[in-house]
């Protein structure tokens, strides 16, 4: 059964810093595509930033260039989201997402259950 | 950017009808196009990809089309476990966007 688990949400101050994980189970990690994919509070889904097989071509949404860092560890079943100088807006549960298994982007099937990031003084 | 815009943005309906939800792409998706459905603190589900093609364990009551621009998702005999947000996507191209959404009630 694939199985994806994100950790590491909780509530940070504006301007601080926070390092999502999430853990793979259940599949051939090293083989997908990965997307990190958030949802504000009674908002719609936003993608924020996906990663290739091997780590060699990573993509984002314009508005978190330079703020977030998207990286896995395919030795540890792996994903992550280093999101620094937060800002309020950036409040939302995140979603761990595996995308497809070629080499182009695909659709994605499988989701994580999701992380709440809070920011806030 | 590519905008996906959702039509309608909520409508409701009973159980057993026939429900259809429009997307449309800003610009030609080719068959690029995905359905998400979302029930209220729960993980969004993975419905249809390239635009009509089933993902494994869904259900036959949904289906998809559409090609290029304009797309469908229709629900025929809607089932009480169906009641939820509907979520379009476009993967043609960078960056990855989503619809609004189109909340379905019941009625």
């Known amino acids: 059964e694939v199985q994806l688990v994100e950790s590491g949400g909780g509530l940070v101050q504006p301007g601080g810093s926070l390092r999502l994980s999430c853990a793979v189970s259940g599949f051939t990690f090293s083989n997908y595509w990965m997307n990190w994919v958030r949802q504000a509070p009674g908002k719609g889904l936003e993608w924020v930033a996906n990663i290739k097989q091997d780590g060699s071509e990573k993509h984002y949404v314009d508005f978190v260039k330079g703020q977030f860092t998207i990286s896995r560890d395919n030795a540890k079943n792996s994903l992550y989201l280093q999101m620094n100088s937060l800002r309020v807006e950036d409040t939302a549960v995140y979603y761990c997402?595996?995308?497809?298994?070629?080499?182009?982007?695909?659709?994605?099937?499988?989701w994580g259950q999701g992380t709440l990031v809070t920011v806030s003084s | 950017d590519i905008q996906m815009t959702q039509s309608p943005s909520s409508l409701s309906a009973s159980v057993g009808d026939r429900v259809t939800i429009t997307c449309r792409a800003s610009q030609d998706i080719k068959q690029y196009l995905a359905w998400f459905q979302q029930k209220p603190g729960k993980a969004p589900k993975s419905l249809i990809y390239l635009a009509s093609s089933l993902q494994s364990g869904v259900p036959s009551r949904f289906s998809g089309s559409g090609f290029g621009t304009d797309f469908t998702l229709t629900i025929i005999s809607l089932q009480p476990e169906d009641f939820a947000t509907y979520y379009c996507q476009q993967y043609y191209s960078y960056p990855l966007t989503f619809g609004g959404g189109t909340r379905v009630e019941i009625e």
């Open positions: 997402v595996r995308g497809s298994n070629a080499r182009n982007v695909g659709p994605f099937d499988s």
